[in-house]
């Protein structure tokens, strides 16, 4: 199963290693619910733990991308890992709801600095032709550790909470240590190039050449009229797949299901990824990636719009099946197009710029989402995430051959 990975560098391995310890300890946010009623806090008082939870995923991907290319990947990393492990601790001892609050703004902002250090990390290791494997390696590593880490969760849950927030806090810590202790990444100097060398071999402008100033944040992004494009269409499909956290639970809740179905619907979910992965991946990979991101995403908005006809366990299980076959087939091809458009000292901010369009999906969809299904019905809802995916799935695919043409010399390689 390996062979479709085989070549990657030391870094990757990692990357990858290290994303599969830290997964297993991400525990405490689906079991936060259970933990703030457990010390009397609900209703109102809860959502504003949840939304400062979410306004964190908006922070902390947008300040880690600048800190990736401002102080480095490793030190971004480390920063992010042992932040988030204290905010653990600060929200396990929370005296009140603020506190609470700010503690679980802590913990997601600091928790999504570490995705944009180490996509440009991984951008820094690998050549162009490889990143997509990289990437789709990278998010295997994260199925695998979430497969195993809600079975685990589970079972801690039950002999104490303080139990989660001990796993995650350390599981943190022994990423933090593999990044300190295995990790190297290039020096800015270096980085920065291989930019112009690389840009100037396809007589593609750097901002140097142009005399307009990089700055320290996302200009350099903003400026990137083909970045600008697609991630905005990226947003969408990652909005349609994020349905998938929170819109299902409440289908499968309406039909009178009991939520062990939505377990194992998650069960199915994990087991199709990390069996057929690295198969789909080898199979996939000397196709046109944005040709096959573009099919990937019609089948997660299939999928997903399945979930509106489904009546039972079967049909829920198709529906499923539909999209997790979708999420195997699009592994590691947005992010890695974005690494591929960045220029080597900027790779931090447009993986940045990334994540941030992904905080932004889920935040839609537990806002947006949820607003929809419930105040007007979930008719609507399904029937706008299958319009809105093959749109965006037709707007990627209308702009492959731009992304082509620039990358294909190796641009930012």
């Known amino acids: 199963m390996l062979t479709s990975f085989r070549g990657l560098p030391p870094t990757v391995w990692t990357l990858f290693a290290g994303t599969i310890v830290n997964r297993l300890g991400y525990l405490v946010t689906p079991f936060l619910v259970f933990f703030l009623a457990a010390r009397g806090v609900t209703g109102t008082d809860t959502s504003y733990v949840l939304g400062a939870l979410g306004a964190g995923n908006l922070l902390g991907p947008a300040l880690g991308g600048v800190l990736a290319d401002r102080v480095g990947r490793?030190?971004?990393?480390?920063t992010g890992l042992v932040g988030a492990a204290a905010a653990h601790g600060a929200l396990f001892v929370a005296p009140g709801v603020w506190t609470m609050a700010a503690a679980a703004l802590l913990i997601s902002a600091?928790?999504?600095m570490v995705a944009p250090a180490a996509y440009a990390l991984m951008a820094d290791a690998v050549d162009?032709?490889?990143r997509q494997r990289a990437y789709a390696l990278f998010g295997w590593g994260v199925n695998i550790?979430?497969?195993?880490?809600?079975?685990?969760?589970?079972?801690?849950a039950a002999q104490?909470?303080?139990?989660?927030?001990?796993?995650?806090?350390?599981t943190m810590l022994i990423y933090a240590?593999?990044?300190?202790?295995?990790?190297?990444?290039?020096?800015r100097a270096q980085k920065a190039q291989t930019s112009v060398q690389t840009q100037a071999q396809t007589s593609a402008p750097t901002s140097a050449q142009t005399s307009r100033p990089d700055g320290i944040g996302y200009g350099v992004v903003f400026r990137d009229r083909l970045a600008m494009a697609l991630l905005p269409l990226f947003g969408i499909q990652l909005f349609v797949y994020s349905l998938t956290e929170v819109a299902l639970p409440l289908a499968i809740r309406d039909?009178?299901?009991?939520?062990a179905v939505y377990g194992a619907m998650a069960a199915v979910n994990a087991i199709l990824v990390v069996a057929l992965q690295p198969l789909v991946t080898a199979r996939l990979a000397k196709l046109p990636p944005l040709a096959v991101q573009s099919a990937g995403s019609v089948l997660i908005a299939a999928g997903v719009a399945l979930t509106g006809l489904a009546d039972g366990v079967v049909g829920f299980t198709v529906s499923v099946v539909v999209w997790s076959l979708g999420e195997v087939v699009v592994a590691g091809i947005a992010a890695a197009t974005v690494a591929n458009l960045a220029p080597a000292h900027a790779r931090g901010r447009y993986q940045g710029a990334f994540s941030w369009t992904?905080?932004?999906?889920?935040?839609?969809?537990?806002?947006?989402?949820?607003?929809v299904y419930t105040g007007v019905g979930p008719t609507l809802l399904w029937g706008t995430a299958l319009v809105g995916g093959l749109l965006a799935a037709a707007g990627t695919w209308a702009l492959r051959a731009r992304v082509e043409r620039r990358t294909a010399h190796g641009l930012a390689a």
């Open 358 to 371: 992904w905080g932004l999906a889920r935040f839609g969809a537990l806002t947006l989402g949820v607003t």
């Open 145 to 156: 550790g979430t497969a195993v880490g809600g079975v685990l969760g589970g079972f801690l």
């Open 110 to 112: 600091t928790g999504a």
């Open 128 to 130: 162009a032709e490889r």
């Open 255 to 259: 039909n009178g299901l009991s939520p």
């Open 177 to 187: 240590t593999i990044v300190a202790t295995r990790l190297t990444e290039p020096s």
């Open 160 to 170: 104490g909470y303080w139990l989660l927030f001990a796993v995650d806090a350390g």
């Open 74 to 78: 490793r030190p971004t990393m480390l």
